[in-house]
């Protein structure tokens, strides 16, 4: 048996009523609202919290493949998915590639991983796709898109969904794109785009794979057709005889938005959310082409309780208050610069990794007192390089104490610090708390950790965490 | 261990007129710190034979070493060393030069310190330390301390109003003192009122309860305490200076319970020891502590013993601290009058001890009635460095 062994996914905390960006521009809301990730999300921390929700209950030392798909990947050249393995804290003997340049990656990077557990190549493949896409401004893509990430763990054992067939075709067609000089996500006309691009591809492959594996349309409880919008979607499912009412999977559209590559693996997630053993599954994506991927529940699926669940992530949220928050938080108006900044050095990052990406801590081997950042001598005993290491990262804490800092700037300004007291051996913390409401902390709220961007100095990006409320 | 009691005394003192000093930068500070010095001793800059120099980050960052001493007085060919050790650097230029004098390794030295922090283009001490790219990262002064009043409102059950209510009065009370004085940074009176309604610089401290951010610099002149009276009538002995390092940083320290500083409690013992001190709300007259913020000096009370743990609330309704009180604390105003330029605060508030102790406070309204002993008191940080030193008027 081979498949999908767990899952997770990702949808950030904030969201932005489209009304308001219509009103910021005095033009046409599309309706309901998108996901915003914060100012400190990137592509790479949406992909260690949705790895993160997938493997939460998974060996980590049994994962040996680690594959990031997306079209807003922060480095060009230099690979992020050793860096989200490092802040999940898998092992460092895996097979690490990033997928990239189309809304396919993710279902790309998923068949790779697939073809990867089924020749012996690896045995456990994590897939984690995420986008952060930026539509220009005053566009309807502005509107339509929306910010997430998704994970999907493929293996041979406890498999709670079996991959029974993958097809995809490839189509040349510059639809929507973006050069390497480009910001802002670029369309042709749109009518084009889905009859000629869109609703092309899917079918072809769709017809495909079906054809295939000898399925007619009523042999598939759910159909998950990636859509870029609802119309077209809904369109070209009853043209190949699904039923709308009761076997197409939600877009996912109203409430976050396109999530561009991950958008095919967070539906798939949100369908598995509320799967039932035996039931047949069709998941397709689109990009310059299509992959059409069969998959069969299997009993696992019992066994197997998501937390967070698609739509816990939808109903943990806050609106923000305006569009120009929006703008702020993806760089798109100019701030005062910082008057103050510390600087960074790639070889203190790279030293220090241990604790600052894969938050661990050092625990005394003869008095236990658990220390962060590692300690090479005891704080208690003074014991001389005789600790481990303990994870940190998944690991709950309380608010020890806390403060609400106008001073010190920033985009959430005040910036809430905290000194966080882990679970694990009563570490202590000091770090930022995001995705709060500063009014609401409060000593001794329970918090977990969760890994951010913080800035570009030196020309690249650090990282680092920060604790958050836990939802 | 033999203490330092009444081995070495202070035999003249400087301090510049400490705030936005727009138009001099640390050199003519130091200059004027160390020229007061200088007359108030009787003595010339060729009578120096050491001297030491306390600052945080004024002026270079590669090496500067002792250097921006010597060009500022033009002191030549004598050992000039900088020390830094965060905010009690003050203290370590004048610790380092009364262990120099005691050995009896020279007669004469000069403790000196100077923070030029108007050039930074920030207001308030920046952000993190830079010891690693991104642990401190949005660290401020006030946010740091900030968590201490948060917990320590919490523990002690006190609400946010009642809690800084307590700190209002603090901050009253300093800048009452420093309105006395000619050389403070901010002299003006404030009332309760305008500090509890006072924006948030990081909840829950507001403006009133931050020090200024200021330039200054002052100076001191040591002598073996045998020497002293060649000098002057009434010089000023060093009774005990402690000093003690925090092993961790508190961020992170495991079990760290942000109600005050174990660093504050060491070095005052030692210093009391040396001092014989046993009763230090009794035994001493005056104290300049490093009042940062308000919640600072509350903790500072009961760090240094002149409250009971947790019941410094109570002295200060009861106005134990003002210029009137049983134990008047920072009578110059302190760090929320004269701001912290951070390598002279420590002889600034020295030199309110110094003068308090001579009966020469500028004005009579401030002089406190035959002050026997006094103390200064200094906190680095992010909070891991206490120094405390003890002077007195007499021998014995």
């Known amino acids: 048996m081979l498949g999908i062994v767990s899952y997770g996914a990702y949808v950030p905390w904030f969201r932005l009523s489209r009304d308001t960006i219509a009103k910021a521009w005095g033009g046409r809301s599309i309706g309901g609202e998108r996901s915003i990730a914060n100012y400190d999300e990137d592509s790479i921390t949406m992909a260690v919290e949705a790895s993160f929700n997938c493997v939460k209950e998974i060996d980590h030392q049994s994962v040996d493949g680690l594959f990031f798909a997306s079209t807003t990947s922060p480095y060009q050249e230099k690979q992020c998915s050793s860096l989200i393995s490092a802040a999940v804290d898998l092992p460092s003997e895996i097979i690490t590639s990033d997928f990239a340049n189309s809304l396919r990656a993710g279902t790309s990077a998923l068949r790779a991983a697939y073809n990867a557990v089924k020749s012996l190549s690896a045995k456990n493949v994590l897939v984690t796709a995420s986008d952060c896409r930026l539509g220009f401004p005053q566009s309807e893509q502005e509107q339509s898109f929306g910010d997430g990430a998704a994970a999907i763990l493929l293996g041979s054992s406890s498999v709670i969904a079996t991959i029974e067939d993958a097809y995809s075709v490839s189509d040349e067609i510059t639809d929507v794109w973006r050069t390497d000089r480009d910001n802002f996500v670029h369309s042709w006309e749109e009518r084009w785009v889905l009859t000629q691009g869109y609703a092309k591809s899917m079918e072809r492959a769709i017809s495909g794979i079906m054809k295939r594996q000898g399925l007619k349309p009523n042999d598939l409880a ?223 709220m329970p918090v977990e950790m969760t890994f951010r961007r913080f800035r570009e100095a030196r020309g690249f990006y650090n990282y680092f965490w920060k604790c958050r409320m836990i939802r | 261990m033999e203490g330092i009691k009444d081995k070495v005394a202070i035999i003249g003192m400087g301090c510049t007129k400490f705030g936005e000093n727009w138009d001099k930068g640390a050199e003519d500070m130091l200059i004027e710190a160390a020229y007061e010095a200088y007359e108030d001793a009787g003595i010339g800059p060729n009578d120096i034979e050491a001297a030491w120099y306390g600052t945080d980050h004024t002026v270079g960052y590669l090496n500067p070493g002792g250097s921006l001493v010597a060009n500022a007085l033009k002191l030549r060919n004598i050992p000039i060393t900088r020390v830094e050790n965060a905010c009690a650097s003050g203290h370590e230029a004048l610790r380092n030069a009364t262990f120099a004098v005691a050995c009896g390794m020279y007669d004469i030295a000069l403790a000196i310190g100077v923070e030029k922090l108007k050039d930074t283009g920030f207001g308030g001490l920046g952000t993190g330390r830079g010891e690693h790219p991104v642990l401190e990262i949005r660290r401020t002064a006030p946010g740091t301390f900030a968590l201490l009043a948060t917990r320590y409102f919490y523990i002690y059950g006190l609400s946010p109003e009642q809690g800084k209510m307590i700190l209002a009065k603090i901050a009253v009370k300093n800048h009452h003192n420093g309105s006395l004085h000619p050389k403070a940074h901010l002299r003006r009176e404030i009332t309760e009122d305008m500090a509890l309604a006072a924006p948030i610089i990081a909840w829950p401290l507001g403006l009133f309860d931050c020090c200024g951010n200021s330039d200054g610099g002052a100076a001191a002149i040591i002598t073996r305490a045998d020497l002293a009276k060649k000098f002057r009538d009434n010089p000023i002995y060093i009774k005990g200076i402690g000093l003690s390092m925090d092993q961790m940083l508190p961020l992170f320290r495991p079990g760290f319970d942000w109600l005050g500083f174990e660093a504050n409690r060491v070095a005052s013992r030692q210093a009391f020891d040396q ?7 009794k035994d001493i007259d005056l104290a300049e502590v490093h009042d940062c913020f308000t919640i600072t000096e509350l903790l500072i009370y009961e760090d240094l013993g002149f409250s009971p743990k947790g019941r410094a609330r109570e002295d200060v309704e009861a106005g134990t601290f003002t210029l009137e009180g049983e134990l008047p604390i920072n009578t110059d105003g302190g760090l929320k009058s004269f701001g912290h330029p951070i390598g002279a605060s420590a002889l600034r508030m020295t030199y309110e001890v110094y003068k308090q102790l001579q009966g020469k406070a500028e004005l009579s309204s401030r002089q406190l009635k035959n002050p026997k002993i006094g103390l200064s008191h200094t906190l680095g940080g992010p909070p891991q460095v206490a120094c405390v030193a003890i002077f007195g008027n007499s021998i014995g």
Request: include cysteine; aromatic fraction near 6%; proline fraction near 6%.
């Open chain 2, 275 to 281: 001092a014989g001190i046993t009763q230090p709300r």
């Open chain 1, 222 to 444: 759910k159909v998950i057709l990636y859509a870029p919008e609802v119309r077209s979607q809904r369109d070209l499912a009853g043209r190949l005889g699904f039923d709308l009412k009761s076997q197409l999977q939600d877009p996912l559209l109203t409430g976050v938005g396109n999530t561009g590559a991950a958008h095919p693996l967070l539906m798939l997630a949100a369908a598995l959310d509320e799967a039932g053993p035996g039931e047949r599954m069709l998941l397709a994506s689109y990009g310059q082409g299509s992959d059409a991927i069969i998959l069969q529940v299997t009993e696992g699926i019992k066994e197997r309780q998501p937390k967070p669940r698609v739509k816990d992530l939808l109903a943990a949220k806050r609106m923000l208050p305006s569009y120009e928050k929006y703008l702020s938080y993806r760089q798109l108006i100019e701030q005062a610069p910082e008057l103050f900044n510390i600087d960074s050095a790639a070889t203190t990052m790279w030293r220090t990794h241990r604790w600052a990406l894969n938050l661990h801590g050092s625990k005394c081997r003869r008095c236990n007192l658990v220390s962060f950042p590692i300690q090479r001598v005891c704080y208690g005993c003074q014991a001389k390089d005789d600790f481990e290491e303990v994870k940190l990262s998944d690991k709950a804490g309380k608010v020890f104490t806390f403060s609400l800092d106008h001073l010190a700037g920033g985009p959430d300004s005040p910036s809430v610090q905290t000194i966080v007291e882990s679970a694990e051996g009563n570490a202590r913390i000091y770090c930022l708390m995001t995705d709060c409401e500063p009014g609401e902390v409060k000593i001794g």
